[in-house]
């Protein structure tokens, strides 16, 4: 099996939506990025930090799922890392209530040995100089190098994450980032500035509106599937990128055709992601219902046209 680099949160969250709310529940980027990848025939590996306060059952459920924890690093004494969110009636804006770093504001990752020369390495949302370690760890050079981030690290850490983005193959960000990112309002021209800056794959994501990846002047977009119920969109860009990089780490194939599949698989598993609060629907998915999801995306998405000369 091909190898998957996981680097991200795993977290507590805390989540209101108008639908209910929840207490602390399971979290983190990479907490989402792992259960999606578990879809996949890869050997996925995640590079973490939590407290001694995180259930040994969280980490016993990603064992389960076949991720590999030995890179999760407990902090004796520690106290995991906190978010907690209010979303608005649209879903799609929220109000962050409560960050606390713990364990993650001083989180030095070690990649764990047999995962030094993993094929693909997706670098989920955390501090660019944490992504940049990481890379610096690797005694081969990934075939692709994934990275996701965020507006807040554009605020704080603009040149460290200017740095990490050179050394990238894709870059996954929503539009508001992407347009943050570049300075250009129009998605395709935020695309082509972002290329400059290092990455060959550029994915924008848009939530509801489905996802759009950029290639020099080769674009493709996938449609997100209508669903008749979204309770809480916490997670579904991670899962989204597991999804992804699950895909793509299979597959062995990282051309922009294949990547155009790694997008609607990427798609299909967010769809689920949204349906229940936090990691409820990922745990408890089987590979009967992607399958069926991939097939009506195909209907969704599949139709012929006959042309006039």
Excluded at 83 to 88: I, P
Excluded at 226 to 251: C, K, R, W
Excluded at 261 to 287: P, Q, W, Y
Aim: glycine content about 8%; some cysteine.
């Amino acid at each position: 099996m091909n190898k998957l680099l996981i680097v991200g949160t795993v977290a507590f969250d805390a989540i209101e939506t108008p639908f209910g709310k929840t207490d602390k529940i399971l979290g983190g980027a990479a907490t989402y990025i792992g259960l999606s990848s578990s879809f996949f025939n890869v050997d996925a590996a995640i590079v973490s930090v939590v407290g001694e306060d995180f259930p040994k059952e969280y980490l016993d459920l990603l064992e389960n799922k076949g991720v590999n924890i030995e890179g999760i690093e407990i902090v004796k004494g520690g106290k995991t890392f906190f978010w907690s969110g209010k979303y608005h009636n649209d879903l799609n804006s929220r109000d962050t209530l409560v960050t606390e770093l713990n364990v993650l504001a001083d989180f030095n990752p070690v990649v764990p040995q047999a995962y030094k020369n993993a094929e693909v390495v997706l670098l989920g949302n955390l501090h660019p100089i944490v992504q940049s370690g990481v890379l610096n760890q690797m005694t081969e050079q990934p075939k692709l190098i994934v990275l996701d981030t965020m507006n807040f690290w554009m605020d704080c850490a603009l040149p460290e994450l200017l740095d990490v983005i050179k050394r990238v193959d894709v870059i996954t960000i929503n539009d508001e980032e992407a347009r943050q990112l570049s300075g250009e309002y129009s998605l395709v021209k935020a695309a082509a500035k972002i290329h400059t800056m290092g990455p060959k794959y550029v994915v924008i994501k848009k939530g509801e509106h489905g996802a759009l990846l950029f290639h020099n002047k080769d674009v493709f977009f996938a449609p997100a599937l209508p669903l008749e119920e979204v309770f809480d969109p916490t997670g579904a860009g991670d899962t989204f990128a597991g999804g992804f990089a699950g895909y793509i780490a299979q597959s062995e194939n990282i051309s922009f055709n294949n990547m155009k599949n790694g997008i609607i698989h990427g798609s299909n598993l967010a769809s689920f992601c949204v349906e229940k609060f936090g990691t409820e629907r990922m745990v408890g998915l089987d590979k009967k219902e992607v399958n069926a999801r991939l097939k009506q995306f195909k209907a969704l998405t599949q139709f012929e046209v006959e042309l006039e000369e």
